[in-house]
């Protein structure tokens, strides 16, 4: 960890202490993580399962007259991360809107135009083709022109697109992927670690 999750006592005690001070403050950290992205029972269980003995031989490291110091290191370091979570979470919000609302749809609109080329294309190539065994064969085709003509498709949710549509094709996969594509892109894990780096002590305080 860097200098920012230093503790007052731990100018006075081992690296040993300093190590199992970080990975109480690391655990914290991940346990607010956990209970921004609405999963409680993994928070929960390291608040009641996990940081509960660390904290106790943690405190068994110290000498008895800095047990002040260490109590009040929890409480500001409790206060401090829940603060960086959560404004964490408010940059992921705002990073994560501009992406599904700016970025995502233009890179999504150009690969889109490439794709409806490469579609037309495609389907010219076939229709050239078919006509051409059509006129080659006495053969008449065993299905109807009903069967031939009716489209694949998929569903994304409540809705049937059909694979022939290229718009609808291409608006369904905006609405399903684009929150999905921001969330993996955005991780608070990852805003939060990126915060602590950058020393955010002085915009919390502000």
């Known amino acids: 960890m860097g200098a920012v999750n230093l503790m007052i006592a731990s100018m006075k005690v081992t690296d040993r202490a300093q190590q199992r001070w970080d990975a109480i403050v690391e655990r914290f950290r991940s346990a607010c993580i956990l209970h921004r992205d609405g999963k409680?029972?993994?928070s929960r269980r390291i608040i009641k399962e996990?940081?509960?003995p660390l904290i106790k031989l943690w405190m068994q490291m110290l000498p008895s007259g800095l047990k002040e110091d260490a109590k009040a290191d929890l409480r500001d370091m409790?206060?401090?991360e829940q603060s960086i979570v959560d404004q964490g979470h408010k940059l992921q919000k705002l990073f994560k809107e501009t992406l599904v609302k700016r970025i995502i749809p233009q890179v999504e609109e150009r690969i889109a135009s490439k794709y409806r080329s490469l579609y037309v294309t495609k389907l010219e190539e076939n229709k050239v083709k078919r006509q051409e065994e059509l006129a080659g064969s006495w053969v008449r085709p065993s299905y109807s022109e009903e069967q031939k003509h009716t489209p694949l498709g998929f569903n994304t949710g409540d809705r049937r697109v059909k694979l022939g549509n290229v718009s609808d094709m291409i608006d369904a996969l905006q609405e399903t992927d684009s929150e999905a594509l921001a969330d993996?892109?955005?991780?608070l894990d990852d805003i939060v670690q990126?915060?602590?780096e950058a020393n955010i002590d002085p915009i919390l305080k502000a």
């Open 184 to 187: 993996s892109i955005l991780s």
């Open 194 to 196: 990126g915060m602590n």
């Open 50 to 52: 996990e940081l509960p």
């Open 40 to 42: 409680e029972w993994e």
């Open 78 to 80: 409790f206060t401090r």
